[in-house]
C-alpha cells in the first residue's frame, strides 16, 4: 500500500514500553522508542522478513571504536546495509546529483523494517533517489566480538555499544557508498523514527558535510533533563481519551483505586486472575495495572483510522454499563478486549526476551535515561521517575552508573550563556 497514511505510519510518536527494572517497591518503565509496530505485550524476536529482490544486501567491514588510539579501538566487524538501486539515477551521466535517502536502523534488527517502511519506495522514483538501510551496532547481524554473546558479555564489551558510535558508523558506511558508486556529488538525506529520528536529527549535527539534511520524525530529542515535562507523553494519550469518550476517562482514573482495593482482600489477587482472564496468576497488583498501561498507550499511539483503537477501547468500557455487570472492573475488561481481540488469556502471557529488549536495556542504563513519568494530572497512577532508583537498578545490572546528562552535553539541550 503506498497511500501518504500507510507511509507515515511509522513515523507517530511511539513510545513502546517494553521492560521494567525492580528496585526494593520502587517500579518504573524503560521506554523503547520503535520505528514500526509490534506487539507490546510479548515483544517476540523480529523474524527475517521477505523482501523484494530489488534489496541487496552488502557488509561493511566497521571500526569498533571511533574515537580512541588504543590498540581493540581498531578492531572491527561486519555491519549490515542493504541497497535499493531499483530507482537510482545518480553516478555518472545526466543524473550524477541525484540523492541517496537513507534510513537509519534503530534498536533492532534491520529486516523487519525495510518491507514495511513505506516512505523510502514511495518517494525513490520522483527523485531518482538511491535507497540506503544501515543496521544499528549491535543490532541484527552487525555484531561485533564474534557473537552476541560475546558482545552482550559485560559493561566492558558493550562499553562500544552508544549512539555516538552508531552514528559514526553510519557516516563511515555512507562516505564509502559515495566513492564506491561514484556518487560524491549526491546530496544525502538521512531518515528516521522516534530513536532512529533522534539518530538522524544527530547525525545531521555531527556530520552536516555528509547528509545534506534529516527527516527525523516523532524523535524526542528534548526528552531529556527535564526539557520537556517528565508527564508529557501520558498527558498526550490522557487527552486522546478524555477527547474520545468523558465516561470512558473518568472510569480508568476510578479503576485504579478499585484494582488497589480488590487486591487488597486476601483472595484480591485471585480474584484479579480470574476478572481479567490473565495467563498466570497475578503475583502482584502490579502487573495488571502495568498490562493496562500498556493497552492504553498502544491505542493512543496508534489511533488513527479506520479502527481509530482508542475508540474502540472506550467504545468497549463504555457499552459494558449496558449489560447487568457493570462494575468499574468488568468495564476495563471489556475494553481491553476491544482492544485486544478475543484472546484465551490476558496480562501476563510467556514472553521471549529479544534483542531489543536486552540492547535497550543496556542503552537506557547508559547514555538514553529519558525520565518519563506520571503525575496526577493524568489518567494514570502517578509514578514519578525516579533517578535514584533507575541509577540502582542499572548498577545492580551492569555495575556500571547511567550517564543522565550525557545526551544533552554532547548533543545539544538546554542553551547557556556564561
Not at 30 to 57: C, K, V, Y
Not at 81 to 98: E, H, R, S
Not at 218 to 246: K, M
Request: contains cysteine.
Amino acid at each position: 500500500m503506498h497511500s501518504s497514511i500507510a507511509s507515515f505510519q511509522w513515523l507517530l510518536y511511539i513510545f513502546t514500553v517494553i521492560s521494567s527494572l525492580q528496585v526494593s517497591a520502587t517500579r518504573f518503565n524503560i521506554p523503547r522508542l520503535s520505528p514500526t509496530r509490534g506487539t507490546i505485550l510479548q515483544n517476540p524476536e523480529i523474524l527475517s522478513a521477505t523482501i523484494s529482490e530489488d534489496f541487496q544486501t552488502f557488509y561493511y567491514n566497521q571500526t569498533l571504536d571511533h574515537f580512541n588510539y588504543r590498540p581493540e579501538s581498531y578492531s572491527t566487524f561486519q555491519q549490515r546495509y542493504v541497497i535499493n538501486f531499483k530507482y537510482w539515477g545518480g553516478g555518472a551521466g545526466a543524473d550524477a546529483n541525484a540523492p541517496i535517502f537513507v534510513y537509519l536502523g534503530a534498536e533492532g534488527p534491520l529486516d523487519g523494517d525495510i518491507s514495511i517502511i513505506g516512505f523510502l519506495t514511495d518517494n525513490a522514483a520522483r527523485f531518482n533517489a538511491l535507497l540506503v538501510y544501515i543496521e544499528h551496532r549491535y543490532y541484527g547481524k552487525s555484531i561485533p566480538f564474534g557473537s552476541r554473546e560475546e558482545a552482550l558479555k559485560n559493561a566492558s564489551t558493550l562499553g562500544y555499544f552508544n549512539s555516538a558510535q552508531a552514528v559514526t558508523d553510519y557516516a563511515e558506511i555512507l562516505l564509502y557508498i559515495k566513492e564506491k558508486f561514484n556518487a560524491r556529488h549526491s546530496p544525502v538525506i538521512v531518515i528516521g523514527g522516534s530513536y532512529g529520528g533522534m539518530l538522524a536529527t544527530w547525525f545531521r549535527l555531527k556530520y552536516p558535510h555528509v547528509a545534506l539534511g534529516a527527516l527525523a520524525s516523532s524523535a524526542p530529542i528534548l526528552y531529556f533533563d527535564d526539557i520537556t515535562p517528565r508527564n508529557g507523553y501520558y498527558s498526550i494519550v490522557t487527552r486522546d481519551f478524555r477527547e474520545a469518550s468523558e465516561t470512558c476517562y473518568e472510569t480508568i482514573m476510578k479503576s485504579w483505586a478499585e484494582i488497589e482495593k480488590v487486591a487488597s482482600k486476601p483472595d484480591g489477587l485471585s480474584i484479579l486472575s480470574k476478572k481479567f482472564r490473565t495467563c498466570k496468576p497475578l503475583k502482584d497488583s502490579y502487573e495488571l495495572e502495568d498490562y493496562l498501561e500498556l493497552v492504553y498507550a498502544d491505542a493512543a499511539q496508534y489511533n488513527q483510522p479506520p479502527k481509530y483503537p482508542v475508540n474502540m477501547l472506550c467504545g468497549g468500557i463504555d457499552g459494558a454499563a449496558l449489560g447487568t455487570d457493570n462494575d468499574i472492573l468488568s468495564k476495563i475488561f471489556a475494553g481491553v478486549v476491544a482492544h485486544e481481540g478475543n484472546m484465551s488469556c490476558y496480562v501476563n502471557p510467556p514472553t521471549i526476551e529479544s534483542e531489543t529488549t536486552v540492547g535497550w536495556r543496556w542503552q537506557t542504563c547508559s547514555e538514553m535515561v529519558i525520565p518519563i513519568g506520571t503525575d496526577n494530572t493524568t489518567m494514570f497512577q502517578p509514578a514519578p521517575f525516579n533517578l535514584s532508583s533507575f541509577i540502582d537498578g542499572c548498577e545492580s545490572l551492569y555495575g556500571v552508573s547511567p550517564r543522565p546528562h550525557w545526551v544533552t552535553a554532547y548533543y545539544g539541550g538546554y542553551v547557556s550563556y556564561y
